[in-house]
């Protein structure tokens, strides 16, 4: 079993910046990858980026490139995401997710993040 935590959301003025966390613990994880979706109220589950655990191989949604950066820590199980210059569209709540082998920007993922609000006001 996999547990996910996130953490780091808020209420961020437009323009500025918070850092998500999300912390894996219950098993190993070198051949897993991890990513970050966001579900804002009357959308859909959106794919904001992945990172592969092993080789760290970055993927991002067209909304947030150049904005958000997705990192990892192996050692401490922790993935992150940085995210600069956001934008009140941004606001959601964000959720982690996990699953081995390949990254896929669907959400069909084997686990998630109980999610962390962000909210970015104009």
């Not at 098993?27 to 592969?52: D, L, Q």
């Not at 947030?64 to 993935?79: A, L, P, Q």
């Not at 992150?80 to 606001?91: C, I, K, S, V």
Request: glycine residues 10%.
């Amino acid at each position: 079993q996999v547990r996910l935590e996130e953490s780091g959301g808020g209420l961020v003025q437009a323009g500025g910046s918070l850092r998500l966390s999300c912390v894996a613990s219950g098993r190993t994880f070198s051949n897993y990858c991890m990513a970050w979706f966001r579900h804002a109220p009357g959308k859909e589950r959106e794919f904001v980026a992945a990172i592969r655990l092993s080789g760290g191989s970055t993927y991002y949604a067209d909304s947030v490139e150049g904005r958000f950066t997705i990192s990892k820590d192996n050692v401490k199980n922790t993935m992150y995401l940085q995210m600069n210059n956001l934008r009140p569209e941004d606001t959601a709540v964000y959720y982690c997710a996990a699953k081995a082998g390949l990254v896929t920007a669907t959400p069909k993922y084997d686990y998630w993040g109980q999610g962390t609000q962000v909210t970015v006001s104009s």
